[in-house]
């Protein structure tokens, strides 16, 4: 992985959405456009191939020391390419009219097509543009689709426009610092998934608190230098918290909130009546010295009844909860909102 240092201020200056094609690219795409049978999958051939140059463009003149490859396995209505040990799948559009994207469904549920990224481009031919409208990573697209109770409409899955990170910056960073195995694919899955597969797949991803203890951590929670060496404004404020094991995971609650990202802190310890002892905190991350007012931190019981709720005021550098205790295999749920957006995340003691 490259060494890139991002810092948010800079990010709209630094990195522009809108990529210039050149005559040689429309020429390539139309000779590899002549390899489709029907008029319409030669159109969307065309189409896919100017949205993976202009990709490549752009992602090769701010990261050039990662290799790109297209991916051997392809789909008539997107295209897969490798970023090391990344799966990206574009998603090209002609003109992006709707506030919906179609995701095939076969992209996110069959191994061989699913992808940690998913890249909403646009290709504008007549502009001889192409323009990186925004991207999602998997586990956000997951949890979309299990939280709405998502089905299939012509073998596509419709995801709001609004669901996706419009600074494409932000792919960077998370190329940079993230691992592949922090944004973990499904493995041999090829049908459909029902309602109730996708709920077992939530299940799944419980964080397992007393496996910390032993030096084991689910994929996406970092340890804390991690953290704020990638970030240099990143402080988090643990006087607080007992000497135990903490670990702080990345939350993201969409472009509703302007893309802004906060670390979730959890400090686990060995209490002495043989309970685990827990304090949870938010933070802001990516420079911003403040969380937003209003912002909700939850805690709640395995039946859903609120237990602990604590509300952000004006220049909150984080909030936290009162830490409490519960002995091993308890299950509950942190909840994070503002708004009308929230995440969750399921632990079990």
Known sequence: MTNLHINSTDLRLLLPEVILLEAENFYQAKEMSKQAISEAQQWQTYLNHLAVIGFEKWFSERMPKQVIHRYSNTMDTVTHLNIGDFKVCLIPTEHLLDEVVNVPQDTIFTSDFSAHFYVLTEVLEEQEQVIIKGFLRYDQLMDYCTQVNSHPLQECYQIPLSLF?????HLLFYSDLFTPSSIPLPSGMSQ???SEQLIGYVKETTTKLSQWLEGFFEEGWLALDALINAQDNFALSTRNTEVG????????L????GNQTFALLVNITEASDDKLSLLIQLHPTSGE??????????LLSKAGKTLQEVQSRSQDNYIQLKPFKGEQGKRFRIEISLEDVQLGEDFEL
């Open 254 to 257: 969409g472009m509703q909130l």
């Open 289 to 298: 010295r403040f969380l937003p007012p209003n912002l909700k931190l939850n």
């Open 165 to 169: 990170d419009t600074e494409p910056n």
């Open 192 to 194: 459909t998934k029902t």
């Open 245 to 252: 094991v903490r670990r702080a995971k990345l939350i993201d």
